[in-house]
């Protein structure tokens, strides 16, 4: 049951490391998702993934539907992150990824579902071309 949790470890925080992440990360788009992941050396006692989403107020206006967004975003993320933790389980690295809402309107909760596994599944794939 502890493998669905998602602690405060597993949250990117702190601005110098999301600014770096923003400057030096690799990115791609999935709509309505831009994402920008960046890999690491494992580091001690340091989550293997750490994550943030962020919804531009330019693109959601009213607080409470970004907030409802995010909300969405991260449930599901929580239920999908073992893709990423399992592939990163023996590699002994880790990644920071920022899932950046680009839609316009608020989607249903499972076609952010579906989208965010179709990232999580890149992420993965880019990382395998990479460590070849």
């Given at each position: 049951?502890?493998?669905?949790?998602?602690?405060?470890?597993?949250?990117?925080?702190?601005?110098?490391?999301?600014?770096?992440?923003?400057?030096?990360?690799?990115?791609?788009?999935?709509?309505?998702?831009?994402v920008i992941w960046m890999p690491y050396d494992q580091?001690?006692?340091?989550?293997?993934v750490r994550m943030m989403i962020t919804v531009p107020?330019?693109?959601?206006?009213?607080?409470?539907?970004?907030?409802l967004i995010k909300r969405r975003v991260r449930e599901?993320?929580?239920?999908?992150?073992?893709?990423?933790?399992?592939?990163?389980?023996?590699?002994?690295?880790?990644?920071?990824?920022?899932?950046?809402?680009?839609?316009?309107?608020?989607?249903?909760?499972?076609?952010?579902?579906?989208?965010?596994?179709?990232?999580?599944?890149?992420?993965?794939?880019?990382?395998?071309?990479?460590?070849?």
């Amino acid at each position: 049951m502890g493998q669905y949790r998602l602690i405060k470890q597993e949250r990117l925080s702190g601005k110098k490391q999301i600014e770096k992440i923003f400057r030096e990360g690799n990115s791609f788009f999935i709509k309505p998702f831009r994402v920008i992941w960046m890999p690491y050396d494992q580091g001690s006692m340091r989550a293997p993934v750490r994550m943030m989403i962020t919804v531009p107020a330019k693109n959601i206006r009213r607080a409470v539907k970004r907030n409802l967004i995010k909300r969405r975003v991260r449930e599901a993320y929580r239920k999908h992150k073992n893709i990423l933790t399992e592939w990163l389980a023996g590699k002994n690295r880790s990644l920071d990824v920022v899932f950046i809402y680009t839609g316009t309107q608020i989607s249903l909760y499972r076609d952010i579902e579906e989208k965010l596994v179709l990232s999580l599944q890149k992420i993965v794939a880019e990382n395998e071309k990479a460590t070849d």
